[in-house]
């Protein structure tokens, strides 16, 4: 018996599969759930192409067309002749780029300030059970609604306009930033509220003296986040808001007029506009960071 | 931070006058006063009106439980909603799936913990996934729709498109964030390059890896309604039919439903993430 | 001086780093220069001195795992500084490391863990797959029993103490079967118990096998108790070499003389080292030193 040389202890421990080859983890304590998450999630993955409808066209020959559609996209963006065909001037798409971002920025706003005081109920540390669990149960509904369901309510609701388009968005943005942001206020070390609560002082006092100092970093992390998310949200509900806005140049673009140079003017634009904010998060973040650690 | 910053920066806070409470509240007022500003101009440029949206939110619930609360009549639907839903949901799973496979080895070749040693290469890889993470949506669905027609097939492949891009970019932070010390451990003992990927890398990053496919289904299935707006599938399509025809019963019960599935697939994903930490 | 009696030969070794940090003086910032040591087959090394002493850079320029700039390494008989890729991974397989952190993968078993020591010798394919031999799985089995730790054998590595876990990294290192054994402060993160454990097995299996220790040490007592040859670091240069006994308490408080000065460059290469672990070792040297304060 090769296992000779172990102490009993370790002998008894090792444990051999039905070759008789030494094992690298117990069978007894072996965690599955990765595995048998991928196997749920591939099997899912096959019968999903089992059961897909392919259309009629040949799939082969299509693909070929996507990628020189997506090289005439990408290679040759062009608004004027020979390759664009005026159906936008730079003038309109850049004012459209900029109503985008302001409705991007008109949600983040909105949703950062309402979600502060939503995740302050929500957050379990901080509110009581009953109320905590109300508003996350309510925040858990509302994310679970696509945010152009709700765009598409509110046009009819209330009209065609960047009212729509805001709220719509803002539904979404709200939902997410509650999540976020009351779990950030839970991961508060518990003795730094105990101790301003033992020293007399108020709710709005624990709040603004411990709460907000404490997650602040964090709390600006998740608004940033949340405001590239909008803004790809605004990119994509533009077609359907009536709001205007790039995303329904692009619609147009791609829709009406089928011009996939027009429309690659327009993607690059919205490009610039993601890695604008991408980069303007990434440095307020690090230097909000820096200044208050 | 210098050492003669942080000096400047202890002596204020010891010092026992205030100005440094008084530059942290002018400060804080600073930062509120340019939100003002900012939020006004923005209403100005995009001609939103706060007071008009924000007094229009209790009619707009009170249109929405009037009309959108689903009849009898409408739970007819009901299979055929499930079964859109389904798809959708079904859509979502394959494109993360897909998304993942092709997305795993390029975020481990352009991470910076165990990524290649060139860092032009990582670079590349990193601008790559941020490119096809912020073309918009409709553009990928308009694009393919011109080739592969209004199908199913064109809805999973726009939505695997956004997919990868996102995906990666979780990826590439997860593969970022794992500890390094490992790493530097498998190295010193003389592992080569592929060794430390899988038996340190991977085993590191596993968990993570799953909660971002988990969440990645969770909110494709939210994008796949969008596309399928475009693309004339699924929940989405479903939903503009009869929403664009004004029978809004069966669009509130596709709502339900949405709530509903959206729901269980989060409680499923949330508690198999517990289960592999 | 004939190389080739000592199994490790460090000559004039160095390393400066380009000051690209903002605010640093012009030019290169020295974290090691001039150090030059050997080591026999079997010997215990200690080194010792102020954190920022450039110990951590000098373990880790044995190995290359940080490229020196100038002197040289001969090991074996082998002139290393300047080995290839491919090469240095052979030369890595007989010099192990011990980290302070024990840097194992934690969500795999000790027994895994054990077994990445051999990766070194393996295909990649094999050692990529975590495909072992009956024989080395019964190695790593037979190692952990050695440490004390057979019955953990399949515990996941995250489940085990600070103490369990630095022992995994001895079993580990064993793995590969080195000529020798370079740690980093082993037992900085342990409590007084669980270091003296960590030593005790350390000194003993090295001992036993015959494999050379060079271990960085905060801690000045168990360097004096354990050692049989200890270095004394500052600033980067080797201000004494010599047994314990010439370890005098006058040479220990030279070696951590004025080290508030020295920590102006620090931060560069600072470990992770805890502040108030040298202030134990300095307690120590003074109670040596018959309260000389």
Redesign the interface.
Known sequence: MASATLTKGAADVLERDARGHIRLTSVRERNLSVQLTLIVLVTLTVVTFARMGYGTVDLLAAARQAFADFGAMMLQPALDPPFGAGHFTWGTVIESAVITVAITAICTVLSAIVSFFLALAAAANLSSPVASNIVKGFVAIIRSIPTILWVLVFTVAIGLGSEAAVLGISFHSIAYLVKSYSESFEEIDEGVIEALRASGASFWQVVFQAVTPATITKLLSWTFIRLEINFTNAVAVGAFAGAGGIGFQLYQAGSRYYNLHEVGVIVYVCLIVAFVLEFVSVRLRKRYILADS | MSAAQAAARTSDAAAPDLSWFRRRQARTLAVLVAIVVLFQLCSLICNFSLGYAVSSIPAAFVWMFQNFVPTVESLANLPMVVEQTVSTALDSVAATVIAAVCGIAFSVLGSSSIGVECAPVRGVIRAIASIFRNIPMIAWALLLLLSFKQNEFTGFLALFLTTFGQLMRFFLDTFDEIPTGPVEALRSCGASYWQVVFQAGLPLAVADLMSWMLYMVETNIRSATLIGLLTGTGIGFVFNLYYTSFRYDTAGLVIVVTIVFVLVIEAISNAARRSMI | MSTSNHLLVIDDLGKSYEARR??TAEGTASALSGVSFTADPGEFITVIGPSGAGKSTLLRSI?R?IEPTEGTITFDGRDITHLGRGKL?????E???I?Q?????????A??NV???R????N?LA????L?T?EE??RA??L??EVGL???????ADQLSGGQKQRV?IA??LM?EPKIMLCDEPIASLDPKSSRMVMETLQRLTRQRGITCIVNLHQVDFALEYSDRIIGLRAGQKVFEGTPDEATPQVIRSIYEGQMDEV?DVSINAPAAIPTLVGEGMAVSAEAAGGAR
């Open positions: 903002r605010g190995n795992l991974r052979e030369v890595h397989r010099i192990a490391m980290f952190n024990y840097n194992l993968v934690y969500r795999l078993t027994i895994q077994l990445h020591g990766l070194g010798y393996k990649a050692g990529s797959l975590g072992y009956e799985k019964l089995f037979e952990l029993d057979g019955e953990f054998a399949y515990r996941r990294g580990r290192s590969q102006v």
